[in-house]
């Protein structure tokens, strides 16, 4: 068993080391090693999750020669490993899903180099997880931009420049806030391990010194990793970030890259921060507001878009607020409601992505509404998905949606004074939901006499069993959330 | 052996995800034999099912502590066995309907999904099970509505999704406050809540009332969330508005007396304003519906109106919390089943056999039509409420019920304004009759020579006026099982 225990870091290096290796390689096989790495950190992290879900402790690892407090140490439990294995598989069906655009998008002398972005973007992932020290954390938040603008910059559209230098800007000033947090947290305390920074947090904040300061430290941590999540208002890259990048990117952008910052929030307020003295500031309130407002108002820009891409990705904006709501809460169940919706949304908006670029791709390319209709008898499979991801989202019992606004609303009735504010938005999100999802079930299952080129895209049997993975995933989380929600519980219990 | 309550819910759902996928049908009987073969299983096997098991059936958890638990009792009986009446004999008059609308294969196939989920929805023995079958009833029925794809019935389909949304999201918000209150959500005769609990949040409790009343009648259409209901019904062909107008609609009444007396529990509502405000806004429904009616010239849509008003009949009763009103209602739910099933069946083969939409144009339809005709002007009696039919049976237990309440104002205010209603009633559905025998002078004769429907359109509107006839000679037999039920609920 002790050999399970290397397997966390054997998988960060593992990524590291294949984005390296990409380099000499030709596309097809960066190709080939890109999917098998994927595989196999799915597969250890897998082993992980069995082997701490069975033990129910958590293990640190200490990396290189210097013990705490001042070398560098690696840290996990079943959540983590869950995490892991979780953004693996999105990673792999997402990457499964687009393989056919990827290889139509991207000219293919560049193919190799995305396969390294995805490397790398899957080690900064795995190291925000599972890394037990706040610098190391940040390091690898700056990689994970870096990996991430140049997924979006990859097929070299003047759209995608643009966007990816909006995202640029935007990510940057949240790392900077987040790396100013972290000095002002480590001028303090001393420390940059999150036991040791935790311990001095509670102190100081004991002790009554230092108060406003900390506050400070801490609200720009989490500010800073609220930007780059793309919580409304600083939402305004996010569209064509999604929208105009490879439908993989988008789908991964969605899915990975944000909720890869959002589990680090997690992370730091159960390990760093404290619970306590999170949910004791008034720091929840701030985002609480935030997160509601985007939950109406990303719903807002999506029902009034026309193209499908940006409207799926205007939801995300929305489904951003859902996640920060919970954590607004202030409550247990609230985080753990917004830890399920992590995977929730995941699983379902990278597979609204990919089933929306099958669609579109049915109909010429376009990606406006108009030309949509009757989408889903020019390619079944990928109505059918759109359907599974549009009930889910809409909150249909059954699905994944279903089971995240269930967790949401049964935190919120527990929490004090929030419960109406946060019900009431929570309602009326889902009905705006339901506008524009169902509005466009009904396009694309409207018969029309129009003719258009059939692509052979969107009929590959790995587009067809990526579509069927997906599907599965949502069942899987709306029909058996409770060993998912008890695994989220336990795993928020050992965190700290 | 008890699961074989899962396989009426179950095979017609599959039956029908078959149609819409895999089966491709080039001629229309295969396809209509294999629709009826499903139809007639399924009804004899859900029959036997649901008197033969009575103990529950949880088929899964959904989490820990809200599994989805079948069980059925006699109120579910009596709304599944009227929906199996229907489906049946709606399925037969479509056969002979559909030929003149497209996509039949897709109007079949979600018309057998539906009779799946209403299968669930009637055996729902929790509210997390209702609640599941509503919103799958919401969105299976939504293809019937649209199913002509004209401008009109898409706007009308969207109308009816987002009325029924917000109606299932305002009922889905008291759901979670009671599921924390509660200590189960399985429905009890009386409530689930525990009475020390309830007046610590008394106010709490009443607001969450009021929502979920308001939320499920949305279904029921009442005021002032109705507008749909006279939009998506006449916007859908024939047999399917008959259904929707017939059955779908009581989806809502059914979630609303599971809510009312089985999960909350009268005893808590007796005399608040949740009850009064009820009880203005289904009367107020009652009045201003059957207003609408009389001035609208389409049939159809009149008829969507006078399906407005009468749910609000049954609505009045429920919101009385007393068991002769209660009783009044369950019997108005059949009463209105088979006549308003008729009603859409005979604007349905109207249109059908002339292609006329309005009113006016119907003058002499009788000399054309006379067996249909006789079945409207027998039906539209039962409406109305003239002895002897159903329709007299169920609104003289409604009016006695509400006398006997001795609520103030509304004791005596509710009969009159049913009174009114049924004046009114009159006013809308006879002209139709008086026009159609007794045309006047110069009419075209020729126009409705031979126009009457073939036998498989007539035999379901002969039985429905039978049974709208029968119900009313022989109300005992249903007022002794149903004041039990009403009993029973208390």
Known sequence: MEMILNFPCLCILLTMFSAIISSALNRRWARYLNTFVVTLVGILSAAVLMFTLTSGKSYVYQMGHFPAPFGNEIR???????????????????????????????????????????????????????????FTAYVFVEINTISACGMIVITEHGRTIEAATRYMIMSLLGSGLFLIGICILYDMTGHLLMEYLYTSISNIMAAGTYRIPMMVAIALIVVGLAIKSALFPFHAWLPDAYGYSTVSSAAMLSSLVSKGYIFLLIKLIYRVIGFEVFFGSRIINVLFVFGLAGMIMGSVSAIRENDIRRMISYSSVAQIGYIYMGFGLGTGAGMVASAFHILSHGATKSLLFVAAVGLTDASGGHKEFDELTGAAYRNRLAGAAFLVGALSMVGIPLFSGFISKLLFAQAAVQSQGKALAALVVLAMSTVLNAIYFMKTVIRIYTPTDKKYEVTAFGYKVSYAITLGCFILLNLLLGLFSQPITNWITQGLTILQ | MNHILLFPIVFPILAGIMLLTVMKYQNRKPLLAYVGTVLGVNALWGLFAMFRVSEGVTVFYLTKSLPIYLKVDTVGRLFASLMVLVWLLGGLFSFEYMKHEKNEQRFYGFYLILCGVLFGLDFSGNLITLYLFYEFMTLTALPLVLHTQTKEAVMAGLKYLFYSFAGAYMALFGVFFIGRYAKTLEFTPGGVIDPSVFRENETLFFVVAMLMILGFSVKAGMFPMHAWLTAAHPAAPGPASAVLSGIIVKGGILALIRVVYEIIGVDFLRGSWVQQWWMILSLLTVFLGSLLAFREPVLKKRLAYSTVSQLSYILFGLSLFEVQAMTGSLLHIIAHVFIK????????????????????????????MPVTMWCYTIVSLGLIGIPPTSGFISKWYLAEGALHTGIPVFSWLGPVILLLSALLTAGYLLPLSMRGFFPGEGYD???????????????????????????????????NILSAAADFLM
């Open chain 1, 76 to 134: 996990f439990g079943s959540l983590e490993a869950g995490m892991a294995l979780f953004f693996s598989v999105i990673m792999l069906l997402s990457l499964n899903g687009g393989r056919e655009k990827i290889r139509m998008e991207i000219d293919p002398g560049k193919e190799k180099l995305y396969y390294i972005m995805i490397n790398l973007l899957l080690s900064s992932l795995l190291a925000l997880v599972y890394t037990n020290d706040i």
């Open chain 2, 341 to 368: 099933v008729a009603l859409f069946f005979t604007a349905a083969a109207i249109i059908y056999m002339t292609g006329c939409k309005r009113v006016e144009e119907l003058r002499g339809v009788a000399k054309g």
């Open chain 2, 445 to 479: 004769a020729g126009r409705f020579a031979g126009k009457e429907p073939p036998l498989s359109m007539r035999v379901p509107l002969l039985i429905f006026a039978g049974l709208t006839l029968g119900i009313g000679l022989f109300p005992n037999v249903f007022t």
